[in-house]
């Protein structure tokens, strides 16, 4: 027989633990029955969950479950049935050339709702979500176009990548004239004035344009022209308006002439189907800045 004596509190009338601090005594209140009740469900839920749903991982898997459900397997079913579809309503895209879609009112509308969405996907993290650009990524809805903007140039950017590794990339570096000691500081800062000087900015006091000029027709009439407005054949700016990709400060041009410049644009042929890279080529060009 238990000497136990049970211990009850004066004030609730209430079976205390037997524990005891500074005075304080712990009452012995039991859990809700519904709380329980709450618990012991959620517990056989849990073991249910755990048999059929995958759960535990292991050493180079996990658990599988008797269901054999997988978010990611829907997931990429559905993606799948998604393609299937989009290929299927745009069907006529596939063998139409860019040009032909761009003259066909139900293909082009169908093609920039696509490239609306490729765009958000694909492109945005550089071109801003508007196409608008920023430093070092260039502006769409212009018609300053490095590379030509014909419908058949952007979609033929949009394949290949400017400097991106691909086979057929469109490819040409400005030449860093510092870095490589092609010319010296004094004669960078010169012709960095002369072109300060045709696109319509202040030069530094008593810069030498004609030396500037000359300079620039000895180094950059072959990629920029004679007129230095560039040549979309090699990938060379106008450098006569007001429209730089990387700036037009008299610090930035400094800067692009000693150390040269060399942006990147991935090849999307490996990453989109074709369909998806016309259509993202319709977009860009009617965006507004399409030649």
């Not at 609306?116 to 993290?125: Q, T, V």
């Not at 045709?198 to 030069?203: E, L």
């Not at 344009?209 to 027709?217: H, I, N, P, Y």
């Given at each position: 027989?238990?000497?136990?004596?049970?211990?009850i509190d004066q004030v609730s009338g209430i079976e205390t633990t037997g524990h005891e601090w500074d005075g304080l005594k712990e009452l012995n209140n039991p859990l809700p029955r519904w709380w329980l009740w709450t618990w012991y469900v959620t517990i056989v839920w849990a073991v249910g969950y755990c048999v059929l749903y995958p759960s535990w991982p292991l050493l180079t898997d996990y658990t599988k479950g008797v269901l054999g459900h997988s978010n990611r397997a829907e997931g990429i079913a559905a993606y799948d049935?998604?393609?299937?579809?989009?290929?299927?309503?745009?069907?006529?895209?596939?063998?139409?050339?860019?040009?032909?879609?761009?003259?066909?009112?139900?293909?082009?509308?169908?093609?920039?709702?696509?490239?609306?969405?490729?765009?958000?996907?694909?492109?945005?993290?550089?071109?801003?979500?508007?196409?608008?650009?920023?430093?070092?990524?260039?502006?769409?809805?212009?018609?300053?176009?490095?590379?030509?903007?014909?419908?058949?140039?952007?979609?033929?950017?949009?394949?290949?990548?400017?400097?991106?590794?691909?086979?057929?990339?469109?490819?040409?570096?400005?030449?860093?004239?510092?870095?490589?000691?092609?010319?010296?500081?004094?004669?960078?800062?010169?012709?960095?004035?002369?072109?300060?000087?045709?696109?319509?900015?202040?030069?530094?006091?008593?810069?030498?344009?004609?030396?500037?000029?000359?300079?620039?027709?000895?180094?950059?009439?072959?990629?920029?022209?004679?007129?230095?407005?560039?040549?979309?054949?090699?990938?060379?700016?106008?450098?006569?308006?007001?429209?730089?990709?990387?700036?037009?400060?008299?610090?930035?041009?400094?800067?692009?002439?000693?150390?040269?410049?060399?942006?990147?644009?991935?090849?999307?042929?490996?990453?989109?189907?074709?369909?998806?890279?016309?259509?993202?080529?319709?977009?860009?060009?009617?965006?507004?800045?399409?030649?």
């Amino acid at each position: 027989m238990s000497d136990h004596k049970k211990d009850i509190d004066q004030v609730s009338g209430i079976e205390t633990t037997g524990h005891e601090w500074d005075g304080l005594k712990e009452l012995n209140n039991p859990l809700p029955r519904w709380w329980l009740w709450t618990w012991y469900v959620t517990i056989v839920w849990a073991v249910g969950y755990c048999v059929l749903y995958p759960s535990w991982p292991l050493l180079t898997d996990y658990t599988k479950g008797v269901l054999g459900h997988s978010n990611r397997a829907e997931g990429i079913a559905a993606y799948d049935a998604l393609i299937a579809k989009r290929l299927e309503s745009g069907a006529g895209l596939k063998d139409a050339s860019v040009e032909d879609i761009l003259g066909n009112d139900d293909l082009r509308t169908f093609a920039v709702a696509q490239g609306a969405a490729a765009f958000g996907d694909n492109c945005s993290a550089c071109h801003g979500s508007g196409a608008a650009g920023s430093t070092d990524y260039p502006n769409l809805l212009d018609d300053d176009w490095l590379w030509g903007g014909t419908i058949d140039a952007i979609h033929e950017t949009l394949r290949v990548g400017i400097r991106s590794g691909h086979d057929e990339e469109r490819a040409n570096s400005m030449t860093a004239f510092g870095r490589d000691e092609i010319l010296e500081k004094e004669d960078i800062v010169t012709v960095s004035n002369y072109v300060l000087s045709i696109s319509g900015q202040p030069t530094d006091d008593g810069a030498d344009l004609e030396a500037g000029k000359v300079l620039f027709e000895e180094n950059c009439t072959a990629c920029h022209g004679e007129d230095a407005k560039g040549l979309q054949e090699m990938g060379a700016p106008n450098l006569t308006d007001a429209i730089w990709l990387y700036g037009g400060s008299r610090e930035t041009i400094i800067e692009s002439v000693t150390n040269g410049r060399n942006g990147v644009m991935p090849s999307w042929e490996a990453r989109l189907d074709p369909v998806t890279i016309k259509s993202l080529a319709v977009y860009v060009h009617t965006r507004g800045g399409g030649q």
